[in-house]
Structure formats: structure tokens, C-alpha cells
């Protein structure tokens, strides 16, 4: 008898909610309610992802979204094994390091041998820019993988540029964040700061002067970002929470932009923009600017963190072709770069993306 009542409370309670779920789904979005998702559970999903977000500062899918100090979020394990490379437990040795660093330089001496300028820029991950936001249970080493390659690509006179140090330093000055809370990107300002060290990189490194756009910043306040949204609670988080920052350019550059054919690598037909920013998820494409500050071409494989800085390499360089860089490998990039012949070739990887890829292992078809 002492079970029972707990049992049918619960019960009661089960069903209450159950019936209460088709007028949840009604008022959140009755236009698109059907006899197929009228009891679909996401909006009590995200009401208790972010009682435990808010009021817990916990995760309920540590696997995927962690959450740490202040509001900040950051991706979990699922994610390219990014807390194990944090906590520097990711499998690694220093055989399988030199190999990594030995690909790098047969990679920079390809394009080299072919007259082409590179440089490999590496975007750090959040959770190295912002280690004092993680929560306690994430311990960051002092040393990881990544200080590794980087001290044996320096050694060897490799063109790896990190932007940790920049970025670390420009974050201790700068009364705004450089990456944003609820997304596992850099903004505009942090996208900035790393789009110069690269300029600067190539202008040391290959005795140029390649000119710089003019810009300032718009800031406006901004919701939640993708990281909210993998906990389903972007629909609550606050319209203020985030800084959203954005690029105004001194001189308005009129561009074509347009898609490259996923299959055989060729430009499509462009159309006159006023400077969209690349999105790398929605295929490779390609930038022509007449009017842009330098006449050189560039070859720029990124990943996701190029739409951030892409407007800005856009405003500098005539023509840029981007393709994520696990996308255009052996035969394709050396038929590519032979029809194209671009002028500069930049690499911008993300750091988590570092040790484990296809670019750098690929065996290139001379």
C-alpha cells in the first residue's frame, strides 16, 4: 500500500504532461503542428536542459554540450575527442608526432616546389582560449599534442603558425570576447585578430606587402548560438546573452561571388554581391574582386571558423577558392592547383581538427 501512492502520483503526473503536450507544441508553433509531432518532447527538453544550464550549471549530454562558467558552453567529447585533447589523454606518441610534422613538410614543400606561397594557421579551440571557463572537472595540461607539433614544426622551419599566442594575449586586453558563449566559434573580433597574424605571417615569411582592408566593428546584442541549440534551449536563452559583432568595410567592394561543382572542382557562374561571407557547410565556393587590395589568388581550406574571417580575406585578394580541407585532397587538389595556379595557399584548421584529418596524410599525385 506505502508503494502505491507514489506510483499512481507519478503516474498522474506522467499523463498530465503528456496531455498537456500537444498544447505546448500548439502555442509554440501552430502552424506547423501535426498529428506527427503534436506530442513531439523537445519543448520539455529544453525547459529542463535549461533549468540544468541555469540554475544547476550542468549538462544532462556532457557528451555532446558541456557547460562551465558564466554561461559559457563548450562542446563535449563527442565532438573530435576535444576533452580528452584538452586533458591531453588522447592517444598520441612522439613517433606518430614526427610523422604528422614530416607530412607537413613534404606538404609545404610541394606547393614550394610549384612557386606557391603557404602557411598552415592553426584556430585554437575554445576551450584553450577560455580554460579558466571550463568547469572544475576538465583539467587543461600545461602541455598537449598541440605544443608538440608546434615545437617540432618550429624546429624545423615550418610555415605552422599558432594563434594561440595572439589570441591568449589580445583576450587579456580586450573588454569583449573573442569567441562567443553559446557557439564553439571565434566572432568577428577574435576572426579578426587571427586573419591579421596570418597577413603579417606572409608578408614576413615571403618579403611581400599585402595590404590590409580599413573597417570597424558593429556590435549589437544578440541569443543564444549553436551550442544552445544542440541543448534545445536557444528558444530561452536571453536576447542580450551573446555580443554579436559584425564587419563594416570603409570602401563598400562589389563582388562575384558563386559555388564550385562538388564533382569536378569548376566555378560556377558568379553573381555580384555586396561581400557575403562564406559558409564552408553549404559547399566550396570562390570570390573574384576586382577591385581588391593585392592581385594575388588564394587556395584558402578552412573549416567552419572561416566564416567569421572570410569577408575579410574577400576585401584583399582578387580571387579565393574555398574548399574545407578534408575536401580537396591527392589527385583532385594537385589537378586543381595545376588548372587554377593560385598564388598563395593558407591552411586554417581548427586546433581540435589538428591531429586527426586527411589533409595532411594524403599522398599528393605530382
Not at 614550394?112 to 572544475?136: Q, R, W
Not at 615571403?206 to 590590409?212: E, G, L, P, S
Not at 586546433?351 to 584529418?357: D, G, V
Request: aromatic share 12%; net charge positive; hydrophobic share 35%.
Amino acid at each position: 500500500m506505502h508503494q502505491k501512492k507514489p506510483v499512481l502520483i507519478f503516474a498522474t503526473l506522467s499523463l498530465l504532461m503528456i496531455g498537456l503536450l500537444p498544447i505546448a507544441n500548439y502555442i509554440k508553433d501552430s502552424e506547423n503542428i501535426n498529428i506527427e509531432n503534436m506530442f513531439n518532447t523537445d519543448i520539455l527538453e529544453s525547459y529542463r536542459n535549461y533549468f540544468f544550464f541555469k540554475i544547476l550549471n550542468r549538462s544532462l549530454v556532457n557528451n555532446n554540450v558541456i557547460v562551465g562558467q558564466d554561461d559559457f558552453l563548450f562542446l563535449g567529447n563527442k565532438h573530435n575527442y576535444i576533452i580528452s585533447k584538452t586533458q591531453n589523454i588522447y592517444p598520441n606518441n612522439p613517433k606518430g608526432i614526427e610523422k604528422w610534422v614530416n607530412n607537413l613538410a613534404h606538404l609545404q614543400q610541394w606547393y614550394e616546389d610549384k612557386g606557391i606561397k603557404f602557411i598552415m594557421a592553426i584556430v585554437p579551440n575554445k576551450h584553450t582560449l577560455y580554460s579558466d571557463k571550463l568547469p572544475g572537472w576538465v583539467s587543461r595540461k600545461k602541455q598537449n599534442v598541440t605544443d608538440e607539433i608546434v615545437k617540432l614544426s618550429n624546429r624545423k622551419n615550418l610555415n605552422l603558425l599558432d594563434l594561440r599566442k595572439i589570441l591568449l594575449a589580445n583576450k587579456q586586453t580586450s573588454n569583449e570576447l573573442l569567441y562567443f558563449k553559446t557557439d564553439s566559434h571565434w566572432n568577428a573580433l577574435g576572426a579578426s585578430i587571427g586573419y591579421r597574424e596570418i597577413i603579417n605571417y606572409l608578408n614576413k615569411r615571403y618579403q611581400q606587402k599585402y595590404q590590409i582592408p580599413e573597417y570597424t566593428f558593429v556590435m549589437r546584442n544578440s541569443g543564444g548560438k549553436g551550442l544552445s541549440r544542440l541543448l534545445k534551449t536557444n528558444d530561452l536563452i536571453p536576447s542580450d546573452l551573446e555580443r554579436q559583432v559584425s564587419y563594416r568595410f570603409k570602401v563598400n567592394y562589389e563582388i562575384c561571388q558563386g559555388n564550385i561543382d562538388k564533382e569536378t572542382s569548376e566555378p560556377k557562374s558568379c553573381q555580384i554581391s555586396n561581400n557575403t561571407a562564406f559558409n564552408i557547410h553549404k559547399g566550396s565556393q570562390y570570390s573574384i574582386n576586382q577591385h581588391a587590395l593585392n592581385s594575388d589568388s588564394v587556395l584558402f581550406l578552412c573549416d567552419s571558423f572561416s566564416m567569421q574571417n572570410s569577408r575579410l580575406f574577400n576585401a584583399t585578394f582578387n580571387t579565393i577558392w574555398e574548399f574545407h580541407y578534408n575536401l580537396l585532397l591527392g589527385g583532385n587538389l594537385s589537378s586543381f592547383v595545376d588548372k587554377q595556379q593560385p598564388r598563395i595557399v593558407i591552411y586554417q584548421v581548427v586546433e581540435r581538427s589538428l591531429y586527426n584529418n586527411y589533409f595532411i596524410n594524403e599522398k599528393l599525385n605530382n
